[in-house]
C-alpha cells in the first residue's frame, strides 16, 4: 500500500518543491547545489522516494500519481539546472576577474526577452501592413475637444447619435475620447488632401463591463481622401488587412450600417473565428462578428476639415482593434486584455516595434 493518498502526496510533493527553492536561495557553491540535488532528486531524496513509491500504487491510479510526481520532477530539476548555470558563470567570471582578464570568448549574457499585448502585437502588424500601403500613423489625444469628439464629426449637440455613445466627460469640458474618429479632423486640419491616414489608440466608454464590454478599449481609425475614392476600394482594402492580420483567409459580409460622419455607412462583418462561424457567446450566436465599421466621409465631415468638396471623396472606417486582437488569439472575455494577466501576452520576436512612439496626450 503507498504511503500516501493522490491529495497528501500533491501536498507533499508542493512542500518539497517549496523547500527547494529556499535552500536553492542559500547555496552558493556548486558542490553544496550537487549535494542538494542528490538529498532530493536521489534515489532515497526526498522526491526520489516519492518517485519510487509509484509502482506501489493501484494500477487506475498509478497513470495520475506517476505524471503528478513527474511533472514535480521536472519543475524542481529545472530550478537547480537553472542556480547551476547561474553559480556556474558566476564561478566563471570570478575566475577571469581573479585573473585580472577578460575574456571575450565568454557566452554573453542571455537577457530574456519580454513579451507584448495582444492587442499591441495586433497594433503593429496593423501598422506594418498599412505603411506598405502608403500610409502614415497618427495619433491624437485620449482628453479630446468635445468640438474634435462630435461636432467635427457632424454629430451637434442635439444630435441623438450622441446618445449613441455613453461619454465620459472630463471637468474641464473635454471628454474622453469615445472612438479614434476624431483624429480624423485632426488629420484634415493638419494635412490637407489627399490624405492616407490611420490612427490607433485608446478610447473610452461609460460602459458596464462584462465579458464583450470594457470601458477602455483600442481602435484603429483610418482616413482615405482623393480623387475618385469609391466604397468599392474601402471594402478591397478591408479584404486584403484582415487577410494579412489574421494569417488565414476570412469570410467577411458587408451589411449597411449608420454613423453620422458617413453617407452611406457600412458594417464589414468578419465570421466568427472562435467558433468558425458555428455559433458561439462571442459572436452572441450569430456566428459573424463586427469588426469593421466604416463608410464614404459625409461632405460635413470633409467641409469641417476644410477638404473641397467639389474634388474631393473620402473613406474611412474605425476598425475594432480590441475585438480583431480577440478574434486572433482566440480570446473568449474581453476582460482579460485589462487583468495584467500576464498569461495573455504573445511571444514578441515576430513583430518589429510601433512605429510611433510616445505620441499620446
Ligand atoms: N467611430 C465609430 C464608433 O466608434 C466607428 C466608425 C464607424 C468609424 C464608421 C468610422 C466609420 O471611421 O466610417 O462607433
Redesign the pocket.
Known amino acids: 500500500m503507498p504511503s500516501y493518498t493522490l491529495e497528501q502526496l500533491t501536498e507533499q510533493l508542493a512542500a518539497i518543491e517549496c523547500e527547494v527553492r529556499r535552500n536553492l536561495a542559500e547555496v552558493t557553491q556548486v558542490d553544496a547545489l550537487r549535494g542538494l540535488e542528490s538529498r532530493v532528486l536521489g534515489k532515497q531524496g526526498s522526491l526520489g522516494a516519492l518517485i519510487s513509491s509509484v509502482k506501489e500504487y493501484p494500477p487506475e491510479q498509478r497513470g495520475q500519481v506517476g505524471k503528478t510526481v513527474n511533472e514535480a520532477k521536472v519543475r524542481v530539476k529545472g530550478l537547480i539546472d537553472e542556480r547551476l548555470r547561474t553559480l556556474e558563470s558566476a564561478a566563471s567570471q570570478a575566475e577571469v576577474s581573479a585573473a585580472g582578464a577578460l575574456d571575450p570568448t565568454l557566452p554573453g549574457v542571455r537577457r530574456p526577452l519580454g513579451s507584448v499585448h495582444p492587442v499591441t502585437a495586433v497594433q503593429w502588424e496593423i501598422e506594418r501592413a498599412f505603411e506598405r500601403l502608403g500610409f502614415t500613423v497618427e495619433a491624437g489625444p485620449e482628453m479630446e475637444e468635445e468640438y474634435n469628439n462630435f461636432d467635427a464629426l457632424n454629430i451637434p449637440p442635439t444630435h441623438p447619435a450622441r446618445d ?2 455613453d461619454t465620459f466627460w472630463v471637468d474641464n469640458g473635454k471628454v474622453l475620447r ?4 476624431p483624429v ?1 479632423h485632426r488629420a484634415m486640419i493638419k494635412f490637407g488632401a489627399p490624405l492616407r491616414i490611420i490612427a490607433p489608440g485608446r ?1 473610452f466608454r461609460y460602459e458596464t463591463i462584462d465579458a464583450s464590454h470594457e470601458n477602455t478599449f483600442h ?1 484603429v ?3 482615405v481622401i482623393d480623387r475618385d475614392i469609391s466604397l468599392a476600394n474601402l471594402i478591397a482594402m478591408a479584404q486584403t488587412l484582415l487577410r494579412e492580420v489574421m494569417r488565414r483567409e476570412v469570410k467577411l459580409r458587408v451589411r449597411p ?1 449608420y ?1 453620422p ?2 453617407e452611406p ?1 457600412i458594417e464589414i462583418d468578419m465570421n466568427c473565428q472562435i467558433c468558425g462561424g458555428k455559433r458561439c457567446p462571442t459572436c452572441k450566436q450569430s456566428g459573424w462578428v463586427e469588426i469593421l ?3 464614404m ?1 459625409h461632405p460635413n465631415v470633409l467641409a469641417a476639415g476644410k477638404i473641397d468638396t467639389e474634388i474631393y471623396t473620402g ?4 476598425l475594432g482593434l480590441t475585438r480583431l486582437a480577440m478574434m486572433k488569439y482566440g480570446i473568449r472575455d474581453i476582460r482579460v486584455l485589462n487583468s495584467g494577466d500576464l498569461r495573455a501576452l504573445v511571444a514578441p520576436e515576430r513583430f518589429g516595434g510601433p512605429l510611433l512612439r510616445g505620441a499620446e496626450n
Do not use: I, N
Request: with cysteine; glycine share 20%; proline share 4%.
Open positions: 449613441m455613445q469615445t472612438h479614434t474618429s480624423q478610447c481602435q481609425e483610418g482616413l450600417g454613423f460622419f458617413v455607412g465599421p466604416a463608410g466621409v473613406f474611412a472606417f474605425g
